[in-house]
């Protein structure tokens, strides 16, 4: 990344005037942030940018995009602020980086590409580029990297004790519960089917159970011969199921079953079943030692993305920065209602979910798992979290949740334009819509009561209600002013 050194006050922009006759003033130049000394200027943000969606497309496709420029041009910019910050405190406590293991890398690249430098610096001329200007990238980033190395990564650690105590509290993780592989030969009934078709449905049971029993042929190539239920393309195999995973009823029959042998023709709230136990993979708790390394680089992480943060923090705190940028007026070059849009934001807000009521489940389920995931639609999703079994109320609490992601649960200055949706997870039907929260009405419900630090709303199909915890404070940002903080 190029960027220029200039002493006393930047000016707002930089100007370059046609020089016909009647002409308006046109800017082709300007600069969009300075951080301490140093500036970034809007063609370096647009390269920047640039080559950031094209990565984002190759990885997710051009839809990733849709809806979120702003938020990612806004992003962008604070990974160029904070690039340069790093490499500011760098040069400023002596890291260096020298010919020797700049070439080193150099040659590494070149030899895991398989490539000559002549051929590679004329590749990048062809880009409009120069094979110097990259090994300047290459040196500034060997220079962030110590830089962090020195600052984040040498300054943490994780003792015997940390993983006793994670492993402790987390025991129920890394348990391997009981599980039963189930198969079954499965009718479903409607819930307010007619006694006519109920009987139609038993049956049909009854005669693929007398096929069982009189028949050469195996339970599997039965079932998918007549079941009609989920896995009878696959001989009636619902895998291993654990205690959790399906509904009430139909857990407490296969948990009572005898393994290997065809249980009677049995009737559920979906519908009527012939199970079969065919094998039992006994619970057993993963003993420490095994799982010592895993938990120690899961703390490492942690700690280091936190530690990051806070650094950055600091260094941001520490600087002065001026923003000069307006993803939204008048497009990328604009700068008419830059005040206003970052003198603005100076809190952050987060909305976490702290609880979650399902009032009616689904046609046919008992108590059932519930997931959600998060995007800009249903088609659209960017994630999808875990699956967690809903209380005797119904209820999803505090400490069910807390075992999910933070991403999973703890929203940051959320994109209004994107929502939760829920849904119902079961093993007999497919997975059953709750309907969705919007972060849009989230935020409107929050502005209308700023005092407010709990906030629940129902899911638009009101088949749940959805409570976040609201939580507000100063941000030390790129968009902040930095005397808001002395």
């Given at each position: 990344m190029k960027t220029l050194r200039v002493s006393g006050f930047i000016g707002f922009a930089l100007f370059?005037?046609?020089?016909?006759?009647?002409?308006?003033?046109?800017?082709?130049?300007?600069?969009?942030?300075?951080?301490?000394?140093?500036?970034?200027?809007?063609?370096?943000?647009?390269?920047?940018?640039?080559?950031?969606?094209?990565?984002?497309i190759r990885q997710h496709g051009p839809d990733s995009l849709k809806g979120r420029m702003r938020e990612f041009k806004l992003d962008a910019l604070n990974q160029l602020v904070e690039n340069i910050l790093v490499l500011q405190r760098g040069e400023k406590i002596g890291i260096e980086v020298s010919d020797k293991e700049l070439e080193q890398r150099i040659q590494g690249v070149l030899s895991r590409e398989k490539i000559g430098a002549e051929k590679l610096d004329k590749f990048l001329r062809s880009l409009g580029t120069s094979f110097k200007a990259y090994r300047e990238k290459i040196r500034k980033d060997m220079l962030r990297f110590k830089t962090e190395g020195r600052e984040v990564h040498s300054r943490i650690s994780v003792n015997?004790?940390?993983i006793v105590a994670y492993y402790r509290a987390n025991v129920d993780k890394f348990r391997q519960g009981e599980a039963r592989q189930i198969r079954q030969i499965f009718f479903p009934v409607p819930r307010h089917a007619s006694k006519k078709k109920d009987a139609v449905k038993?049956?049909?049971?009854?005669?693929?159970?007398?096929?069982?029993?009189?028949?050469?042929?195996?339970?599997?190539?039965?079932?998918?011969?007549?079941?009609?239920?989920?896995?009878?393309?696959?001989?009636g195999d619902l895998g291993f199921i654990k205690k959790g995973e399906v509904f009430a009823e139909f857990e407490k029959i296969i948990f009572s079953m005898p393994v290997g042998k065809i249980s009677s023709v049995v009737r559920t709230q979906a519908g009527y079943h012939i199970i079969l136990v065919s094998k039992l993979r006994p619970g057993k708790v993963i003993k420490l030692e095994k799982l010592s390394g895993k938990i120690r680089s899961l703390l490492l992480n942690e700690k280091r993305a936190k530690r990051r943060r806070e650094w950055i923090?600091?260094?941001?705190?520490?600087?002065?920065?001026?923003?000069?940028?307006?993803?939204?007026?008048?497009?990328?070059?604009?700068?008419?209602?830059?005040?206003?849009?970052?003198?603005?934001?100076?809190?952050?807000?987060?909305?976490?979910?702290?609880?979650?009521?399902?009032?009616?489940?689904?046609?046919?389920l008992g108590r059932e798992k519930v997931f959600w995931t998060f995007g800009s639609s249903r088609q659209n999703k960017r994630w999808q979290s875990d699956k967690i079994k809903v209380d005797e109320e119904m209820v999803l609490g505090r400490e069910e949740i807390a075992g999910l992601k933070k991403d999973h649960r703890e929203f940051v200055n959320p994109d209004p334009g994107t929502s939760i949706f829920f849904y119902e997870?079961?093993?007999?039907?497919?997975?059953?819509?709750?309907?969705?929260?919007?972060?849009?009405?989230?935020?409107?419900?929050?502005?209308?009561?700023?005092?407010?630090?709990?906030?629940?709303?129902?899911?638009?199909g009101k088949r749940a209600r959805v409570d976040f915890e609201v939580k507000v404070e100063k941000t030390r940002s790129i968009v902040a002013d930095p005397k808001d903080f002395k």
């Open positions: 370059f005037v046609a020089t016909w006759a009647g002409a308006q003033p046109i800017t082709v130049e300007r600069i969009v942030a300075k951080i301490n000394s140093e500036i970034i200027t809007l063609s370096e943000f647009q390269e920047h940018v640039k080559k950031s969606v094209e990565k984002k015997e004790t940390e038993r049956a049909k049971a009854d005669k693929a159970r007398r096929l069982i029993l009189s028949s050469d042929m195996s339970f599997a190539a039965i079932a998918k011969k007549v079941s009609e239920g989920p896995g009878a393309l696959r001989g923090a600091e260094l941001k705190r520490a600087a002065f920065l001026e923003i000069r940028f307006d993803s939204q007026a008048g497009g990328i070059g604009s700068m008419n209602s830059l005040q206003t849009l970052f003198r603005n934001v100076r809190e952050q807000i987060s909305f976490k979910l702290v609880e979650f009521k399902l009032f009616k489940s689904a046609e046919l997870y079961n093993y007999l039907l497919p997975n059953s819509y709750l309907g969705k929260v919007s972060f849009a009405d989230l935020i409107k419900a929050f502005s209308l009561s700023p005092k407010k630090r709990r906030i629940d709303l129902l899911t638009d």
